[in-house]
């Protein structure tokens, strides 16, 4: 029978209560399941800064040490009454603090690090979150075992930073090395290179690596446990009572992960949808039974009532804008403007082109660099470069857009009921998504605009 891949976030093993909630997860499976996990809440982030100022600084390695060993001491005390196992599993994860200790030392006495040292020394939050929750099932009588990546064999293309698996390199092998009768702890968020290297999935990444083993090991479901209700047709701090959404196909799900819905990082749905294994998503703080998923992601599609499934935004994306006249008109322009792009790393999500401008729709973080290496194009592109920052992203998502008229009307009359002014709009690159831009200031109104519009003006959405 195929198992079960679950995956507990960081906000998962928040406190100690959160623990108590996951073992009884855990039970409800009644079988033996694949659990991969994610750091400690806000630990990856520590690690970041660590590794930053171990360039410059030698206390960094004990100073991180002593605050990740302290971190859950408290809570193993609290949950195992077995002195004895608790001194095990401390002493397991002195183990993996003593080589991150001397990882940050090297750094320090070199004042420098590779990507491939980086890369392993961030995986360390993941190591220690599952021999943590490996030590904690045992105490509660789930045989459990922990699972690095590199004795799984979990690999990966071998970038650094952003890593994607090699399902050809993996798959059998993976498949193999979870096949015992036990639950298996893995720590998320890394794989390995096929050189042996450490090579992280992207921040967030530990979704993806769950998604990736549920592949491999053609699981019957990758179960999620969030510290939210599923998805929602929209933000719950933005919109007055957003409906949950029960149904939903691998498209709608990336689609809005990828216009910023934090629920599933956009990557989770690329190895599961050609199986066709389900996304089951589950609320930690609310009913723990495994039978009743808040939020399912399919291949089963749904057309509901009012087309848009859910409205959803981002922040995290800007403009760079290349003015001129006819710069639409020219051939090669926006090759050269790609190819600089592609060569400096920038993953470009839109353009949007006209006569006299092109827009591309890039993340704010790499927009100087993307200013900085398109501005030095050789021979140098007639037009005026300039960047758009005080934007927002809004899109609404749901299947039938494509095919059905008056969405986008909808759409922009509830905005201009509100007065709100759309920057750009976007329909028809994907047949499941109608996307605007905003100015940041007015992303609020207009995320309540539109949700009103679809979910609090027509009488009932059973279909979602
Ligand atoms: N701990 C990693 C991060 O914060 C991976 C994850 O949480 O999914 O990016
Ligand atoms: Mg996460």
Redesign the pocket.
């Known amino acids: 029978m195929s198992k079960t891949v679950v995956k507990f976030?960081?906000s998962n093993l928040k406190c100690k209560e959160d623990i108590g909630r996951v073992i009884q997860v855990v039970k409800n499976y009644q079988q033996p399941v694949v659990i991969v996990v994610?750091?400690f809440f806000g630990?990856?982030?520590y690690l970041i800064e660590s590794l930053e100022k171990a360039r410059h600084d030698e206390q960094v390695a004990t100073k991180t040490k002593e605050f990740l060993f302290n971190l859950k001491r408290e809570t193993l005390e609290l949950h195992i009454e077995d002195s004895g196992l608790v001194t095990s599993i401390l002493s397991e994860i002195g183990e993996l603090l003593d080589e991150l200790g001397k990882l940050l030392q090297g750094i320090a006495l070199t004042g420098d690090a590779s990507k491939a040292l980086e890369d392993h020394v961030l995986a360390y939050?993941?190591r220690i979150s599952a021999v943590f929750l490996t030590g904690i099932l045992n105490n509660h009588g789930i045989e459990s075992k922990v699972a690095f990546p590199e004795s799984i064999g979990l690999i990966t293309d071998g970038e650094f930073g952003n890593a994607s698996v090699d399902f050809v390199k993996s798959t059998n092998i993976v498949r193999e090395s979870l096949s015992g009768d036990f639950v298996y702890v893995i720590p998320?968020?890394y794989g390995l290179s096929a050189d042996g290297k450490t090579t992280l999935l992207g921040?967030?990444?530990?979704?993806y690596s769950a998604a990736a083993i549920a592949r491999c090991i053609g699981a019957s479901s990758l179960d999620i446990w969030k510290d939210v209700d599923g998805f929602l047709s929209g933000d719950p701090k933005i919109v007055d009572k957003p409906i949950q959404i029960q149904k939903l196909t691998y498209d709608e799900a990336a689609e809005l992960a990828y216009f910023g819905a934090k629920i599933l990082?956009p990557r989770t749905v690329e190895p599961l949808s050609d199986p066709h294994i389900p996304i089951r998503i589950f609320n930690i703080y609310g009913v723990l039974n495994v039978q009743e998923p808040l939020s399912v992601v399919s291949a089963e599609k749904i057309v509901s009532k009012g087309i848009i499934k859910s409205v959803t935004y981002s922040d995290d994306f800007g403009i760079l804008k290349i003015k001129g006249s006819g710069v639409g008109g020219k051939p090669g322009i926006l090759a050269k403007v790609t190819t600089a792009l592609l060569k400096a790393n920038i993953n470009i999500s839109s353009v949007l082109t006209a006569q006299t401008s092109i827009n591309i729709l890039i993340f704010k973080k790499d927009l100087s660099t993307a200013y900085a290496v398109v501005s030095v194009i050789d021979p140098p592109i007639a037009g005026r470069l300039q960047i758009v920052e005080d934007i927002t992203v809004i899109a609404a998502v749901g299947n039938g857009i494509a095919e059905n008229f008056g969405v986008a009307a909808r759409i922009f009359t509830a905005l201009a009921k509100n007065e709100i002014n759309v920057m750009m709009s976007c329909s028809g690159a994907s047949l499941i998504v109608s996307y605007f831009l905003v100015g940041i200031n007015d992303r609020t109104r207009a995320v309540k605009a539109i949700h009103h519009e679809f979910f609090e003006t027509i009488p009932a959405h059973t279909e979602l």
């Open positions: 976030g960081g994610s750091a630990v990856t982030n939050g993941e998320g968020f921040r967030g990444g530990s979704d990082h």
